[in-house]
């Protein structure tokens, strides 16, 4: 009986820690502290020498939850990445994720091996463990600090802090053998590496594809959809690692491949994914926490500060410009792509191996990831927000979006029902746009269902269902948040190459001679925009109207407020491609072949 009373109070504890740090996190985001540091002080504080008095030293279980919850946690990062939006920063991306590891842990090395007095091979393994960024940490603190950062910076954030994790523990595992063992030769080396990348690359794709086939063949009950997607990316995991290839550069593909796919259910994956990954997180963090020993990080937190503020300040911003020459960054851009390599729970959990496996001075590496990890979360974390104001990488920010439900319906992949709450300041209900491809079934107004023709018009305060598919879901958005003040046109501008978004068609049409009927001549080109467009308008968008080409040269309050128009003379000038360009789109081409994408 007492060895089952221990059971239960063992689960009673945990629970009892889990639920603190999802409290916490309310406090957290309050006062905008870093959630995962918060986590891990109460993982500290359970410990054996706080407060919570709890004696806990099982790496072997901290292993085991830690690359569960990484699989999850890079799963749920490729299931919500559209490769339309990182297949641009791919190149500079994969450099990042490998070259800028590598660069990352040979600069901290020779001050690790100074200041904690390693050899070579040891300083090496500390500036492996702590080389590479942190998916979750990235992400996590700049949705909680509310940034929309620029395309192209949060892409590359993205796609690198998802695929630098393989790269990083295949280092650290191979100066752990190499310490172990002792021997290695460059080419046993560079065969695990190959091997590693492009078995779990096959496993990845492959897997990733059967997922998709799965869900969209087999009839699941309904609510099994989530969970059997969360076992499928863990048993993809498990295959990878099995084969001796890296499982989670195989797990961040596959959620690359489900979600770029149309599946059922795909919002309910979604959102219990998110569940899982934020639990995840927490037990995870909590456990490191309870890992950690405050009396024996006094002993080397002198050192680790040190490695921590080389690591920032030299290590990582010379690995971001070196691997960054090639590509057309700005040096702002650079900086906060080098200040924002934060350190989270991959690095301490890097630091767990050494201890699974007894290497000597197995503690030492656990400490310093410990002291950097905290260093990164505390300096970097707490300054993400105002360092992307002041290098101008952040965009002005916008409304919440409305809030959308979405319900999928049995039986077919092309269409969802698609809900919003009628507001009397959206585009919808000022001038009652929709794109083409939705179409309204049913209003509720006053708890009575209404269809289309019989709310006629709609009032504020309805709920509105349309049918939309689901990858265009999201892009209904802008249809139903409140719009911004908007500017009364110039009537100068129509002249230039660049006009008004408030300008109609019809108005382009007198004197351009483009073809608009009758219904669209009272559109504005922000209007058109609006409707033609499947996302939300960016700079640069374009749509076609013969015989010119609208160009979206600026956005304001989530519309375009400015159109470029391309003439027929300049389109003719087609600019040939580098070579540099050619690989890359041919590349692309392979991937998307390969992936279905």
């Known amino acids: 009986m007492a060895s089952l009373d221990s059971v239960s109070i063992a689960i009673f504890l945990g629970a009892i820690l889990v639920m603190a740090g999802i409290l916490s996190s309310l406090l957290a985001l309050r006062f905008g502290a870093p959630l995962l540091l918060v986590f891990l002080g109460i993982g500290m504080l359970a410990g054996d020498a706080g407060p919570g008095q709890l004696s806990f030293n099982d790496v072997r279980t901290t292993y085991l939850v830690g690359s569960v919850a990484l699989a999850l946690i890079l799963f749920d990062g490729g299931l919500r990445t559209k490769f339309q939006s990182i297949r ?66 949060g892409a590359t954030l993205e796609a690198e802090s998802g695929t630098n994790d393989p790269f990083a523990i295949f280092l650290t595992l191979m100066l752990v053998e190499f310490i172990s063992i002792g021997e290695s030769s460059p080419g046993h080396v560079v065969f695990e590496l190959v091997r590693e990348g492009l078995l779990g690359a096959v496993i990845g794709v492959i897997g990733g594809r059967l997922v998709v086939l799965a869900l969209n063949r087999v009839a699941l009950p309904q609510g099994l959809h989530a969970p059997f997607v969360t076992t499928a990316a863990l048993v993809i995991f498990g295959v990878a690692q099995i084969a001796h290839a890296s499982g989670f550069l195989a797990v961040y593909l596959a959620g690359i491949i489900v979600g770029n796919r149309p599946t059922r259910a795909h ?45 920032m300040l030299a290590a990582r911003p010379v690995a971001v410009f070196l691997c960054l020459v090639p590509f057309r960054f700005n040096w702002r851009e650079k900086i906060f792509i080098a200040w924002t390599g934060l350190r989270g729970a991959v690095a301490i959990f890097l630091a767990s191996i050494p201890m699974l496996v007894g290497l000597p001075k197995a503690y030492l590496y656990f400490d310093v990831a410990f002291v950097v990890v905290i260093i990164s979360l505390l300096l970097q974390g707490w300054t993400l927000a105002p360092a992307a104001r002041w290098l101008h990488v952040a965009l002005p920010r916008v409304d919440r979006g409305p809030r959308r439900v979405e319900l999928d319906l049995p039986g077919q992949l092309e269409q969802q029902l698609v809900g919003y709450p009628v507001r009397p300041k959206s585009l919808y209900f000022r001038r009652g746009l929709l794109p083409s491809w939705s179409k309204p079934t049913l209003v509720i107004r006053e708890e009575r269902i209404l269809s289309p023709a019989e709310a006629d018009p709609v009032a504020a305060g309805d709920y509105i269902y349309l049918l939309a598919p689901p990858e265009k879901a999201e892009a209904l958005d802008r249809f139903f948040v409140d719009m911004a003040p908007s500017s009364a046109p110039d009537p100068h501008l129509l002249g230039d190459f660049m006009v008004s978004g408030e300008h109609t068609l019809g108005e382009l049409a007198q004197i351009y001679g483009v073809s608009a009927g009758e219904e669209q001549a009272t559109l504005t080109l922000a209007d058109y925009f609006d409707i033609h467009l499947d996302h939300a308008p960016k700079v640069g968008a374009e749509l076609v109207l013969d015989p010119i080409v609208l160009v979206a040269r600026s956005i304001s309050g989530g519309r375009v407020n400015v159109v470029g128009l391309r003439l027929p003379e300049e389109e003719e000038k087609a600019v040939p491609l580098t070579r540099r360009q050619k690989a890359r789109r041919k590349l692309a081409d392979i991937w998307s072949s390969v992936a279905g994408v």
Request: charge should be neutral; aromatic fraction near 6%.
């Open 267 to 311: 919002n309910s994956v979604i959102t219990f994914l998110d569940a899982a990954t934020w639990l995840a997180q927490i037990v995870m963090f909590v456990l490191l926490g309870l890992l950690s020993s405050p009396q024996r990080l006094l002993d080397s937190v002198g050192p680790a500060v040190i490695v921590s503020l080389v690591l």
């Open 88 to 153: 641009t920063v791919l190149a500079p991306s994969m450099v990042l994720a490998t070259i800028g590891v590598l660069l990352t842990a040979l600069v901290t090395a020779p001050v690790a091996r100074y200041v904690l007095d390693l050899n070579w091979t040891e300083s090496l393994l500390v500036g492996a463990v702590v080389a590479s960024t942190d998916a979750a940490a990235v992400f996590l603190l700049v949705h909680t600090q509310g940034l929309r950062l620029r395309p192209r910076v």
